[in-house]
């Protein structure tokens, strides 16, 4: 079984500047999930879909940070300006509906803002 | 919502020797404890999870184990080898969206051969 797909695995930008991260769950896993890592912390929610619909998005930036899902399979989360305190790990995760509590990560990307 | 403390922070031992860490949640009403591995610059990958109808759960050299007066549950690593090096978070649903899991802030366990 494929796992979940994300890209890129890294960027770097300046600060102010805009960037985009993509996510391409597991295939039949209604449930996507983004998830920032800032270095020494576990990860933390920022907004969570059940197919194209938004469930929890209560701790994502939202005056910087979108997110969308569109026909309710790949999702991309953006940041616009970035600022230096979002560089993170931003991790896609998914699953399935019926198995919520079993969430499959994606390898992350890395995101440096200078 | 939930609040998930995790101890220790980092943690050495000789291979061979057993790891324990241990995390306490706040809301009474969770019930469901998942571990996640994390290595270095790899996708956290859930190991061993538990739900509150069990006390232990075991799957070979690693087991946890729940108390749901105290609110507390732990990993338990038994004859760690090298490749057991890594970063592992807890977690635990928040009652409000069971769906969101909060982390641990996580455990760097460092096996010296």
């Known amino acids: 079984e494929a796992g979940v797909a994300q890209s890129p695995r890294y960027k770097i930008i300046e600060k102010r500047q805009s960037v985009a991260f993509w996510c391409n769950p597991i295939s039949g896993h209604a449930t996507l999930y983004w998830y920032q890592q800032i270095l020494g912390q576990g990860p933390k929610l920022l907004i969570q879909?059940?197919?194209?619909?938004?469930?929890?998005d209560s701790q994502l930036p939202k005056d910087r940070f979108s997110a969308e899902r569109l026909k309710g399979v790949d999702s991309t989360l953006k940041i616009q300006p970035a600022k230096l305190e979002d560089s993170a790990v931003y991790l896609c995760a998914s699953s399935l509906t019926g198995a919520r509590y079993e969430q499959y990560f994606g390898p992350g990307t890395r995101l440096t803002v200078t | 919502g939930e609040n998930v403390e995790q101890h220790p922070s980092t943690l050495s031992v000789q291979e061979g020797d057993s790891a324990v860490i241990k995390c306490t949640y706040s809301d009474s009403a969770s019930n469901y404890f998942p571990w996640y591995k994390q290595e270095l610059g790899k996708r956290p990958q859930l190991i061993i999870d538990?739900?509150?109808?069990?006390g232990e759960k075991k799957d070979q050299r690693i087991a946890v184990t729940l108390n749901k007066t105290a609110k507390h549950f732990s990993l338990h690593i038994t004859e760690t080898q090298p490749e057991d090096s890594a970063v592992y978070f807890c977690a635990a649903p928040q009652r409000s969206n069971d769906y969101k899991l909060s982390f641990g802030a996580g455990t760097t366990v460092t096996v010296r051969a």
């Open positions: 879909f059940q197919n194209n619909g938004v469930v929890d």
């Open positions: 538990i739900r509150s109808n069990v």
